[in-house]
């Protein structure tokens, strides 16, 4: 079946212009994530949405970062004002649950790769 | 909190050859599970194999296998007969049982000479 697809997979923007990047996740998914991987680093955790619920978004950087899953499957990764320091991979993944006791493994998409000048 | 420390920055292997990339972690939580990720230079993370802390086997899937040591905190990706398609960067990472997210290592890349 269809992986995680993300888009767009690049994107260039000027320092303070918003952006918004999609995350289709493998289809059933209720659980998706979002990571930002900075160049020569492994992914670094952002937020979590089970469902339509965002059940943690420790990870944001700042509140320019917002994400949303209105409808439980499709989700929009916002970066308000972008600044240099935003420019990164920013990968979704999703899995089949994350509840107490499961350790369903997590897809990954492609990644958007975000460059702010 | 969680941690995984990859020691390997870079690994050369020759094709054919096996090799093994080294993980540790460090974490407070009694159940976990640890992965292992690839990443070609297409930038795609791929999973290749998970372990489960209180699994009574190494995990073991097609050519890559995991050499879990509980006790010394290790979970080490072997990867036998190596083929220049697993030039890439390989990444282990740990999730708590109680937890969601997952938390990487800095990565090893491997590259497979002809």
């Known amino acids: 079946g269809a992986g995680v697809s993300q888009s767009p997979r690049y994107k260039v923007a000027k320092r303070g212009q918003d952006v918004a990047l999609r995350c289709d996740p493998i289809s059933g998914h209720v659980s998706l994530f979002w990571y930002q991987q900075a160049l020569g680093q492994g992914p670094e955790f952002l937020t979590y949405f089970q469902n339509e619920a965002q059940l943690d978004k420790s990870g944001l950087p700042s509140d320019r970062f917002f994400a949303e899953r209105p409808e439980g499957s499709v989700s929009t990764l916002k970066i308000q004002r972008t600044q240099q320091e935003d420019s990164a991979v920013y990968l979704c993944?999703?899995?089949?649950?994350?509840?107490?006791?499961?350790?369903?493994?997590?897809?990954f998409g492609p990644g958007t790769r975000l460059t702010v000048l | 909190a969680q941690k995984i420390t990859q020691t390997q920055p870079g690994m050369f292997v020759q094709e054919k050859e096996a090799v093994t990339l080294d993980c540790t972690y460090d974490t407070s939580d009694p159940s976990y599970g640890l992965f292992w990720y690839k990443q070609p230079s297409s930038g795609e993370m791929i999973f290749l194999i998970y372990q489960g802390s209180y699994d009574q086997q190494n995990a073991t899937e097609g050519r890559y296998s995991l050499n879990f040591q509980k006790a010394r905190k290790s979970a080490n990706l072997v990867i036998s007969a190596s083929q220049l398609g697993d030039s890439a960067m390989y990444f282990c990472?740990?999730?708590?049982?109680?937890?969601?997210?997952?938390?990487f290592g800095e990565g090893t890349q491997l590259t497979v000479n002809p």
């Open positions: 990472a740990i999730r708590p049982r109680s937890g969601s997210r997952l938390t």
């Open positions: 993944a999703s899995s089949l649950v994350v509840a107490s006791g499961s350790l369903h493994t997590q897809y």
